[in-house]
């Protein structure tokens, strides 16, 4: 085994026992932030690809193209998005942490933290879609509708969590 094969293998090794030590802390949130990551790079890459298609389609109209701010306001966005879902995880542990202490056992890892990151998936799912549109890519009405109403219950089903 060469040297690169050597670093390959122990950087394989290292990621297989953090995931499996975030399975073992939160679940199925860890499958859902890794998704997220991934609509979050391509929310990012379609938003750069719908501002140029718009630079193209209006040459002479200095708001429309790509931006090194806009692109950057983006990024801020999107750890912020990251931030909350952090504020859930540790709201999730401190409740689980408290029903431990009073002997109450909850079956589920992660309440809070899992609901936001959702959210924030179907947030970017449909912003994918408003990027592709922008794009000029056909894009069925039903999807994005059908997205929106999935975003809003898991909205209403927090709200109706303080009764």
Same mark, same amino acid.
């Given at each position: 085994m060469n040297t690169v094969q050597k670093v390959t293998a122990g950087i394989v090794g290292v990621v297989s026992l953090v995931v499996a030590w975030l399975f073992d802390r939160i679940g199925i949130l860890v499958y859902v932030i890794l998704i997220l990551a991934v609509m979050m790079f391509l929310d990012y890459l379609t938003g750069m690809l719908a501002s140029k298609r718009e630079a193209l389609d209006h040459p002479d109209d200095p708001t429309c193209g790509w931006s090194s701010a806009?692109?950057?306001?983006?990024?801020?966005?999107?750890?912020?998005?990251?931030?909350?879902?952090?504020?859930?995880?540790? @709201?999730?542990?401190?409740?689980?942490?408290?029903?431990?202490?009073?002997?109450?056992?909850?079956?589920?890892? @992660?309440?809070?933290?899992?609901?936001?990151?959702?959210?924030?998936?179907?947030?970017?799912?449909?912003?994918?879609?408003?990027? @592709?549109?922008?794009?000029?890519?056909?894009v069925p009405e039903w999807l994005a509708k059908y997205i929106s109403v999935l975003k809003n219950k898991i909205e209403s089903k927090g709200e109706n969590n303080d009764e």
């Open positions: 806009k692109g950057a306001k983006g990024i801020i966005k999107k750890v912020g998005y990251l931030c909350v879902i952090v504020v859930a995880m540790v @709201a999730d542990y401190i409740i689980l942490q408290a029903a431990a202490e009073m002997g109450w056992q909850i079956n589920v890892k @992660a309440i809070f933290g899992l609901m936001v990151a959702v959210w924030y998936l179907l947030n970017e799912l449909l912003s994918i879609i408003e990027n @592709a549109g922008r794009m000029g890519a056909p």
